[in-house]
């Protein structure tokens, strides 16, 4: 959706600040005045500033240098600029944006200013073409070799590392082949070592997630003798922290539990490297919001490929079925069997039951303690990959919230369809039409 223009902007600032005085250096509402109005006008100044790229993104960074999160302090900051506004005598947008944008920097100075850390994280991977980087706001992720980067790994300090980690956990075994393995190079942006940490490793779950669908859409791993086993063998085990080129330290993953051949090098070949690349390019081009969904998916996709027990994997998949469906935000589980239906319907009807009976098969192992087969998780992984598909082809174009309302609407049979069509013509009919105004009692 379009930003108002300018002038669109003052008419709401200044429609703001008549209904407002100020009283011990704070706006209060006069008492004529609705707070109703002076709400919903607020509310949609909000609204309106956050479609403005350049001001979405600084608030964005100012809640990362800060660690923000609540939606509510972009109330706050907001009435800070009209208090000051309103204090000055200042009343259009341009002037608004000048000591918002003051306001901003002021607070990012008062906190701990970031660093840039390195990790580097050996994957057992080999690749026959270049992959693209994976950028966002605070991080880029790259495939490195270890030829690169050999003298920035301090062997010793490594190897001091890893012996640490064992006697802290006997059952920790690391077997990393380094001069096989390909490097996943991520630059982080942050205030701690611990913050990076985290950050790298969910961008770490992003791309194996994008590479296990990739190379595995469509298709799974059956084991007919003895333990079941994952779906896409990648194992990422240690994770080493630079700052510049000095070495600082080793993080040790979970995996580091099971016992890992050092021989296990997955090849990923020259005909995975369109739609690998196209899969990259399409998250670095999406807003904030989409990337955001996209990791959640990915990174849930990718711990159920990797994971080798079957009932976890199955609940890290479906997990990631949760995103890519929107009922996470939507809050309605039951949502799901009724969108995966509604996109399986026409390709194999017969998806349509199967996603009805995964979605008993995880309530009856929630509840009653039911048993999950590799079978169930194998069909799940398939449903995962075609709403992925459908997510990435038919819905590229899309918002997020425009997403949430073509899955609602697909679930709809086709008279519901049109009873809502004449529904939205009437509303646009009645915003041409009507010229009322709300008045408050």
Same mark, same amino acid.
């Given at each position: 959706?379009?930003?108002?223009?300018?002038?669109?902007?003052?008419?709401?600032?200044?429609?703001?600040? %008549?209904?407002?005085?100020?009283?011990?250096?704070?706006?209060?509402? =006069? /008492?004529?005045?609705?707070?109703? &109005?002076?709400?919903?006008?607020?509310?949609?100044?909000?609204?309106?500033? #956050?479609?403005?790229?350049?001001?979405? /993104?600084?608030?964005?960074?100012?809640?990362?240098?800060?660690?923000?999160?609540?939606?509510?302090?972009?109330?706050? +900051?907001?009435?800070d600029v009209l208090t000051e506004l309103k204090t000055k005598n200042l009343n259009n947008y341009n002037e608004f944006k000048n000591i918002l944008d003051l306001k901003i920097k002021s607070l990012k100075s008062e906190f701990k200013q970031y660093t840039l850390y390195e990790m580097y994280i050996p994957l057992n991977l080999k690749t026959e073409f270049t992959i693209e980087k994976i950028k966002c706001r605070n991080f880029c992720a790259e495939i490195v070799k270890y030829r690169k980067i050999k003298g920035i790994i301090n062997q010793p300090k490594l190897n001091e590392s890893i012996k640490k980690a064992h006697e802290i956990d006997p059952q920790c075994e690391i077997n990393v082949?380094?001069? &096989? !393995?390909?490097?996943?190079?991520?630059?982080?942006?942050?205030?701690?070592?611990?913050?990076?940490?985290?950050?790298?490793?969910?961008?770490?779950?992003?791309?194996?997630?994008?590479?296990?669908?990739?190379?595995? /859409?469509?298709?799974?791993?059956? $084991? +007919?003798?003895?333990? $079941?086993?994952?779906?896409?063998?990648?194992?990422? @085990?240690?994770?080493? &922290?630079?700052?510049?080129? @000095?070495?600082?330290?080793?993080?040790?993953? %979970?995996?580091?539990?099971?016992?890992?051949?050092?021989?296990?090098?997955?090849?990923?070949?020259?005909?995975?490297?369109?739609?690998?690349?196209?899969?990259?390019?399409?998250?670095?081009?999406?807003?904030? %919001?989409?990337?955001?969904?996209?990791?959640?998916?990915?990174?849930?996709?990718?711990?159920?490929?990797? @994971? *080798?027990?079957?009932? *976890?994997?199955?609940?890290?998949?479906?997990?990631?079925?949760? =995103?890519?469906?929107?009922?996470?935000?939507?809050?309605?589980? *039951?949502?799901?069997?009724?969108? !995966?239906?509604?996109?399986?319907?026409?390709?194999?009807?017969?998806?349509?039951?199967?996603?009805?009976?995964?979605?008993?098969? =995880?309530?009856?192992?929630?509840?009653?303690?039911?048993?999950?087969?590799?079978? %169930?998780?194998?069909? #799940?992984?398939?449903?995962? *990959?075609?709403?992925?598909?459908?997510?990435?082809?038919?819905?590229?174009?899309?918002?997020?919230?425009?997403?949430?309302?073509?899955?609602?609407? +697909?679930?709809?049979?086709?008279?519901?369809? &049109?009873?809502? @069509?004449?529904?939205?013509?009437?509303?646009?009919?009645?915003?041409?039409?009507?010229?009322?105004?709300?008045?408050?009692?």
């Amino acid at each position: 959706m379009e930003k108002l223009p300018d002038n669109e902007m003052s008419k709401i600032i200044n429609k703001i600040l %008549d209904l407002t005085y100020i009283h011990e250096n704070k706006l209060e509402i =006069r /008492k004529d005045k609705s707070l109703f &109005e002076f709400e919903t006008y607020l509310s949609l100044l909000n609204y309106e500033l #956050l479609k403005d790229e350049n001001i979405s /993104k600084k608030i964005t960074d100012l809640k990362y240098c800060t660690m923000i999160s609540s939606d509510i302090n972009n109330f706050e +900051l907001i009435l800070d600029v009209l208090t000051e506004l309103k204090t000055k005598n200042l009343n259009n947008y341009n002037e608004f944006k000048n000591i918002l944008d003051l306001k901003i920097k002021s607070l990012k100075s008062e906190f701990k200013q970031y660093t840039l850390y390195e990790m580097y994280i050996p994957l057992n991977l080999k690749t026959e073409f270049t992959i693209e980087k994976i950028k966002c706001r605070n991080f880029c992720a790259e495939i490195v070799k270890y030829r690169k980067i050999k003298g920035i790994i301090n062997q010793p300090k490594l190897n001091e590392s890893i012996k640490k980690a064992h006697e802290i956990d006997p059952q920790c075994e690391i077997n990393v082949n380094f001069d &096989e !393995s390909e490097f996943l190079k991520i630059t982080v942006n942050s205030q701690t070592d611990a913050h990076a940490c985290l950050t790298a490793r969910k961008i770490q779950n992003l791309f194996i997630g994008m590479v296990a669908y990739v190379i595995t /859409k469509n298709s799974s791993y059956r $084991t +007919l003798k003895g333990p $079941t086993e994952a779906i896409f063998p990648i194992y990422p @085990q240690i994770m080493i &922290e630079t700052i510049g080129t @000095q070495f600082v330290t080793v993080f040790v993953g %979970d995996i580091t539990r099971k016992r890992i051949p050092k021989d296990c090098i997955i090849p990923i070949e020259k005909f995975y490297e369109t739609e690998l690349n196209y899969l990259i390019q399409f998250y670095n081009s999406k807003r904030p %919001d989409i990337q955001k969904k996209l990791e959640e998916i990915f990174t849930n996709y990718a711990c159920g490929v990797y @994971q *080798d027990k079957k009932t *976890d994997s199955f609940f890290n998949l479906w997990v990631a079925l949760e =995103r890519a469906t929107m009922v996470s935000d939507i809050g309605k589980h *039951d949502m799901i069997p009724k969108i !995966s239906k509604a996109l399986f319907n026409e390709r194999n009807p017969l998806y349509a039951h199967v996603i009805e009976n995964l979605y008993t098969v =995880r309530n009856n192992f929630i509840h009653e303690g039911g048993s999950i087969s590799q079978y %169930d998780r194998n069909a #799940l992984k398939y449903c995962v *990959d075609n709403l992925i598909e459908f997510l990435i082809k038919e819905l590229n174009s899309y918002s997020l919230n425009e997403i949430k309302t073509i899955y609602e609407y +697909l679930t709809k049979n086709g008279n519901n369809l &049109e009873n809502i @069509q004449k529904t939205i013509e009437h509303v646009i009919e009645l915003k041409k039409n009507w010229k009322g105004e709300i008045s408050e009692k």
